[in-house]
C-alpha cells in the first residue's frame, strides 16, 4: 500500500536519548548477563556481506537524523554533527581504511559504533528506529540504485546489438525451428530479436525499481514508535518520492513494511529472466561459432584455447555467460524457498536474503558488460551464411504461398509442396530444379513462374510487413530502436 502527500501532524517532543550500550556486549545486550559466544558471533554476522550497502545505511541514518532533528527529538547542531561524523566514515569506507569488526554482526552496528567513537551525539541516532526497518530502507535504496544501473547496462548491450545488426544487413542466414533449417532471415533481424528480449528485460527492472520506491523507515521494529516522528520527511529526503508529484511515499502497514521481501523476489526474478534471454542468445552464438555452422568469428579477446589441444579457440566467454543463469534461477529459489512459511514479521532468516540479490546483481552485471563487448568485435562469414542460406527447401513455404495465389487452399498447397519435397529427395534433385512437369502433375494451377518463388530477393521483398525481415522493415526497426535508445 502507498501513501503519498497526505496531512502529518508534526509534534515536538524534547526527544529520548538511547542509554549508551555496554562495550562488552552488543546493542542489545542489556538483558543479558553474558555476551554471545564466537561461534555464536561467527555463524550470526553478516557484515562480510551486507557491507555492501553501507553508503546507503549512511544516506538513510543522515536522513533519519535531519527528521529526528525537524520533529524536536535531537537538536539540528546534533543532527550536524552525526551528519559530518557519517560523511567522514563514508570516506574511510571509500578509502578502504575503515575495519569491520563482525563482533558488531552487521554494518548498521558498525557504523553506528564507529560513528558514537567520534560523535558521542550518536548515541541519539537509533531513536524510533530498528535495524529491522533501516535494513529495509537501506535494500530499497539498493534495489532503486542496482535497477537503475542494470538497466544502462541492457541499453549499453542493446546499442551494441543494434550497431551489429545494421553492418549485417544484407547478411542472409537460415532461421531454425527445432533446430531444423525453416525459413530465410537477415542477421540483422536475429539480432533485433535479441535486442526485443532485452527490452522487456529493461522493463521489468523499471518495475521492480517503481515497486521498490517506498519507505519503510519510520515503522521500527513492527509497531512503529511513540515518539513524533515524521516518516513522510525522511521519505523525502531518502528520494522516495512520485515521480509525477514529488510527493513522499510511504509503506501504509509497519508489520508488512519489515517482513516485505517482495523487491527482493522480483529482483532476483528479473535476473533470472534477464540470464536466461543471454544463454539463448549465447547458444545461438555458439551453435554458430561451431566448424558445422562457422556463421560466425569470435574475438580473440573473449575466446580460449585448450591446454591439449592447440588448434582449439573455444567460446568460454558465451558458455561462462549461458552457465550464470543457472546460478542465477538458483538465486530467486533461494529467495522463494527463504520466504516459504515465515510467520510475520522478521525472522533471522531473513538475513540470508542478501547474498542471493547482491550476487545475481554483479553476475547480471559481468554478462552484460562481457556480451556487449563481444558483440563489438564479432563478424559474420558471409560466404558461410550465403552457402547454408542458399538451401531452396527454406522457400518451401513460399513455394505454399504461390500455389495459394493461384487459387489453391493452403492445405491443399502444404501437402502439394510437401509431395515436391519428396520427389526432389526421391530425384536426388533440390526442389527448385524440378521438371514443369513433375511440379504441374502436383498442382495444375501452377505457372511457368513458379521457380521465382526460390529467389532470396523475391521472398525479403515479399516480407514488407510489420515485424518481418524485409529489408526496408529492418531499416526501420534500426532508427527505431537508435531513437529509443538515444531518448
Given at each position: ?6 496531512k ?6 524534547s ?7 555496554k562495550?562488552?556486549q ?6 543479558f ?12 554476522e ?23 532533528a525537524?520533529c524536536g527529538?535531537?537538536?539540528k547542531?546534533?543532527a550536524g554533527?552525526?551528519s ?9 569506507i ?13 554494518v548498521h552496528m558498525?557504523?553506528?559504533?564507529a560513528?558514537t ?8 541516532l537509533?531513536?524510533a ?6 535494513v ?6 539498493f ?8 538497466i ?21 542466414i ?28 529493461a522493463e521489468r ?8 520506491n517506498v ?8 509497531a512503529?514508535?511513540?515518539l513524533p ?8 529526503l ?49 551453435i554458430?561459432?561451431t ?44 529467495i522463494l524457498?527463504?520466504?516459504k ?8 532468516d ?30 559474420f562469414?558471409?560466404?558461410k ?7 531452396p527447401?527454406?522457400?518451401?513455404t ?8 493461384r487459387?489453391?487452399?493452403?492445405r ?5 509442396v510437401?509431395r515436391?519435397v519428396?520427389l ?7 526442389i ?10 502436383v ?16 521472398a ?22 537508435r531513437?529509443?535508445l538515444?531518448?
Open positions: 500500500m502507498k501513501k503519498a502527500g497526505m502529518k501532524i508534526r509534534q515536538k517532543s526527544g529520548a536519548v538511547a542509554a549508551k550500550p562495550k562488552e552488543a546493542s542489545w545486550g542489556g538483558r548477563s553474558f555476551p554471545p559466544s564466537e561461534l555464536m558471533l561467527k555463524f550470526g553478516s557484515v562480510s556481506f551486507d557491507s555492501a550497502i553501507a553508503k546507503f545505511d549512511i544516506a538513510g541514518s543522515k536522513a533519519h537524523a535531519q527528521m529526528l525537524k527529538i535531537i537538536t547542531e546534533e554533527k552525526i559530518k561524523g557519517l560523511d567522514a566514515i563514508l570516506k574511510r571509500q578509502d578502504g581504511e575503515f575495519k569491520w569488526k563482525t563482533e558488531l554482526e552487521d558498525n557504523i553506528e559504533q560513528l567513537e567520534i560523535v558521542p551525539e550518536a548515541a541519539k537509533h531513536t528506529r530498528s535495524r529491522n526497518d533501516q529495509a530502507t537501506d535494500m530499497r535504496l534495489f532503486k540504485s542496482a535497477c537503475s544501473d542494470v544502462s547496462a541492457i541499453k549499453k548491450l542493446m546499442r551494441a546489438l543494434v550497431d551489429l545488426a545494421d553492418s549485417n544487413k544484407g547478411v542472409y537460415p532461421g531454425y525451428t527445432h533446430m531444423q533449417r525453416a525459413q530465410p532471415v537477415s542477421a540483422a533481424h536475429h539480432m533485433l530479436a535479441w535486442v526485443e528480449m532485452l527490452a522487456r528485460d527492472f523499471e518495475f521492480v525499481r517503481d515497486g521498490a519507505c519503510p523507515l519510520g515503522s521500527g521494529a513492527i512503529g514508535t511513540t516522528i515524521d516518516r513522510f520527511e525522511t521519505a523525502r531518502l528520494g522516495f518520492v512520485d515521480e509525477a508529484s514529488s510527493d513522499p511515499i510511504v509503506t501504509g502497514n509497519s508489520m508488512d513494511a519489515v517482513a516485505d521481501r517482495d523487491t527482493f523476489m522480483e529482483f532476483c526474478f528479473a535476473c533470472s529472466v534477464l540470464g536466461i534471454h543471454l544463454s539463448r542468445m549465447c547458444e545461438d552464438v555458439i554458430w561459432n566448424s558445422e555452422f562457422a556463421f560466425v568469428r569470435l574475438p580473440d579477446a573473449f575466446t580460449t584455447g585448450s591446454s591439449l589441444m592447440p588448434q582449439k579457440k573455444n567460446p568460454d566467454s558465451f558458455e561462462l555467460m549461458r552457465g550464470k543463469s543457472a546460478r542465477l534461477i538458483g538465486n530467486l529459489n533461494t524457498a527463504l520466504c512459511g515465515l510467520p510475520l514479521t522478521y525472522n533471522r531473513l538475513q540470508e536474503d542478501k547474498p542471493a540479490a547482491f550476487d545475481s546483481f554483479g553476475q547480471v552485471c559481468i554478462c552484460l558488460e562481457v556480451f556487449a563487448q563481444c558483440a563489438c568485435d564479432m563478424s562469414n558471409r560466404a551464411c550465403a552457402e547454408a542460406v542458399a538451401d527447401l527454406l522457400l518451401a513460399d513455394l505454399a504461398d504461390y500455389f495459394v495465389m487459387g489453391v487452399p493452403f491443399e498447397a502444404h501437402h502439394m510437401g515436391l519428396a526432389s529427395e526421391k530425384k536426388s534433385t533440390p527448385n530444379k524440378l521438371e514443369d512437369d513433375d511440379v504441374f502433375q498442382c495444375p494451377k501452377a505457372g511457368k513462374d513458379w521457380r521465382d518463388v526460390f529467389s532470396l530477393d523475391r525479403f521483398a515479399m516480407r514488407e510487413k510489420v515485424g518481418m525481415p524485409g529489408p526496408r522493415q529492418t531499416k526501420s526497426q534500426i532508427r527505431l530502436w531513437d529509443l538515444d531518448s
